[in-house]
């Protein structure tokens, strides 16, 4: 994809149009409709809402327009003010500085009112181009991971405002620890939203269900996750899906 100019379609999943470029940035919109699934299925307060995780597409989309790779390191996210719709479409803007070759500086944002000026900040963030180590290849499930596996306890945050890819109770939503330092999660996604992981690159709800305080993870300064997806031909075998 080249940055050639204005009002641009960009064959992305939320990233569908440029809308300005100039030397040092560029603008994008995403169209929000009340059926995407990763607005209806997560609720606060009852509405429907644009989930913290789901910002993690927005960046590997940027990664690979930029870096030519959805391969990236996050930095400095600020979350400032949420993203809510109700039975209408809503509208919002990415801007793009581009600070270097391989550092994006990131505000999203919307306008109040179709005034352009008058906008609110949504969200801010850095993302760098990743030079990961390369994951293992597969986990056996057998040896690692159903010896000490443990059901997850949702606590009081069972609501009735999260539902579909959300509702990590009816999906199957475990955990093992092997180690002090290694926690092992599986969640078995209902064969309705399985189109979902060819669209997108770390899935908004099994990001939501990992970082989450359900799971009542340790606190550290860096944590290195791994996804992966289940074989269709070997059950037994996950294959390396992604790296954050």
């Known amino acids: 994809y080249e940055n050639s100019g204005p009002s641009l379609p960009v064959q992305s999943t939320l990233i569908r149009k440029q809308t300005l470029k100039t030397a040092h940035s560029d603008v994008y919109t995403v169209q929000l409709s009340p059926d995407d699934w990763f607005v209806d299925d997560h609720r606060i307060g009852g509405q429907r809402t644009f989930s913290g995780t789901t910002y993690t597409q927005l960046a590997a989309e940027l990664a690979v327009l930029y870096f030519g790779t959805p391969a990236f390191q996050l930095e400095k996210l600020y979350f400032k003010n949420l993203i809510q719709l109700e039975e209408k479409r809503r509208e919002f803007q990415i801007h793009v500085s581009k600070s270097s070759s391989k550092q994006l500086e990131i505000e999203v944002f919307s306008y109040e009112n179709q005034d352009m000026n008058n906008y609110v900040t949504h969200a801010s963030f850095t993302i760098r181009q990743a030079e990961l180590e390369a994951a293992p290849e597969a986990v056996d499930v057998n040896s690692m991971f159903e010896q000490q596996l443990l059901t997850a306890d949702f ?39 399985a189109g979902d992981l060819q669209k997108f690159y770390l899935h908004p709800s099994l990001l939501d269900g990992i970082l989450g305080p359900r799971q009542k993870l340790p606190s550290a300064i860096l944590w290195q996750i791994h996804l992966y997806r289940q074989s269709v031909h070997r059950p037994d075998i996950f294959q390396n899906r992604a790296a954050l």
């Open 155 to 193: 606590g009081s945050e069972e609501n009735n405002f999260f539902k579909g890819r959300w509702d990590f109770a009816k999906q199957n939503f475990r955990l093992a620890r092997p180690s002090g330092s290694e926690i092992l999660l599986s969640l078995t996604l209902h064969e309705q939203f």
